[in-house]
């Protein structure tokens, strides 16, 4: 794993950062996660460390960058997890996904964080979970007054309101960890009387 983050800090692609990846690989053990779509591959970083929690995980990712794509494909097949994990070559917002999965991992465009959730909320089964990744954005999204950047303001903006819009989301409930980059973690409101 040490080659992957090694040409990821080389080549300034960002994964998700170690407290945030342990906090991740230990909700798939606790929670018995099978089924995994992850929208945002990179270089397939996230996807094999899901993957190596245990034999039976299946995941479907999707990238949307070539050579991104290309890297993941050889990472994927160093690991001999070919099998395992397929490789969906195409932009998220316009890729249809079929079947339904325990969690979905959204770690892509921030900026598109709320279209990613609306569109792939149906592929969540009833008792799997979305979490997403970077909602503190190395700390901006709490102080966003310091940012001088118009279009990082704009992106800050954009997490904040996905993570609004979270909170008062009436048909999920998300809980908010200050972990790694910050993660959240979202599940199906269960309605009593319903």
């Known amino acids: 794993m040490g080659s992957l983050e090694e ?3 080389k080549h300034n692609v960002p994964i998700i950062q170690k407290e945030g990846l342990n906090f991740l690989l230990k909700f798939i053990k606790q929670n018995n996660i ?3 779509l992850e929208i945002g591959t990179a270089i397939g970083y996230s996807a094999i460390n899901m993957a190596l929690v245990s034999n039976d995980i299946q995941i479907t990712t999707i990238e949307r960058d070539p050579h991104m794509y290309q890297e993941a494909i050889k990472n994927i097949k160093k690991f001999n997890l070919g ?13 249809q996904i079929e079947g339904k999965y325990d969690l979905i991992f959204i770690d892509a465009a921030k900026a598109q964080y709320i279209n990613f959730f609306e ?27 310091e940012i001088h950047s118009k279009n990082l303001k704009a992106l800050v903006r954009k997490i904040n309101n996905y993570k609004e819009f979270l909170k008062t989301n009436l048909d999920f409930t998300t809980e908010f960890y200050q972990i790694g980059d910050g993660i959240a973690v979202t599940k199906h409101n269960i309605r009593k009387g319903v």
């Open 34 to 36: 099978k089924n995994i």
């Open 119 to 145: 569109k792939y909320k149906i592929n969540l089964s009833s008792n799997g979970a979305i979490i997403t990744d970077n909602l503190n954005f190395h700390g901006l999204t709490n102080h966003p007054e």
């Open 7 to 9: 040409y990821a800090k």
């Open 83 to 95: 099998n395992r994990i397929n490789v969906v070559f195409g932009d998220a917002l316009k890729t």
